[in-house]
């Protein structure tokens, strides 16, 4: 069974970058490591997704170093509006991919 | 574009009522659907996923229960609700490609207060 693991709370302030890592030590060769974004009352939406090295899009950037063991999200120079919950998910092998078992996730405020 | 509706918004029930929230997926066949439930600052919970009409994975057992009659149709249903029941309950699909990388995409969610 995949799990991840993350900080429970992070806070940061207006224009600072912020570095959320997920560990996902049973992470299966064929998984990719994905991103959500969840708002209060909101289902979450997807960020960014990444199999290993770096990807980066409009929105952020994720680092997978080597061993895929974990990852990490980060968001340059947050505003107020980046205040939420930030999930990372993989894959689960015994469900073949189709059993999606997110995390506690991680709730980032920012403060002005 | 695909879409993913779900309904109602909310929903106040008292304990022991019967309860169907429905879910429809539009501009793709063959998904598989999901259902997941959030308690109020917790995080989510998958109860119930379909990866075809009248395939149904239980994760949770409790008194809900699932049904996919439709190929993009997935019901949420109980018979009796439980106190312990109340939280906001999310429908979300994601493609039926062979590739691990699908997304999942989740709908607006239905707040239930069992009271």
């Known amino acids: 069974l995949a799990k991840t693991t993350q900080p429970i709370s992070m806070d940061s302030y207006e224009g600072q970058e912020v570095n959320i890592t997920c560990s996902h030590n049973n992470i299966a060769t064929n998984d990719y490591i994905t991103w959500y974004q969840q708002f209060p009352s909101q289902g979450p939406r997807f960020i960014i997704q990444?199999?290993?090295t770096k990807v980066t899009n409009e929105v952020a950037s994720l680092f997978i170093p080597a061993d895929r063991k974990s990852s990490t999200l980060s968001l340059p120079r947050v505003s107020l509006s980046d205040t939420a919950v930030y999930y990372c998910?993989?894959?689960?092998?015994?469900?073949?991919?189709?059993?999606?078992?997110f995390g506690a996730g991680t709730r980032l405020a920012v403060h002005p | 574009s695909q879409t993913i509706h779900q309904w109602p918004a909310t929903l106040v029930q008292p304990v022991g009522s019967p309860l169907s929230l429905e879910c429809t997926v539009e501009g793709t066949s063959n998904p598989n659907l999901y259902w997941y439930r959030q308690a109020a600052g917790r995080g989510l919970q998958l109860l119930f996923y379909s990866v075809g009409i009248g395939q149904i994975s239980s994760e949770v057992p409790q008194n809900l229960s699932a049904s996919r009659p439709q190929d993009r149709q997935f019901i949420l249903s109980s018979k009796k609700l439980l106190l312990s029941d109340s939280g906001f309950y999310l429908c979300?699909?994601?493609?039926?490609?062979?590739?691990?990388?699908?997304?999942?995409?989740f709908g607006s969610g239905t707040q239930l207060s069992v009271l």
């Open positions: 998910l993989v894959g689960d092998m015994a469900g073949g991919y189709n059993k999606l078992i």
């Open positions: 990444g199999y290993k």
């Open positions: 979300a699909w994601r493609g039926s490609g062979l590739g691990f990388n699908e997304k999942l995409f």
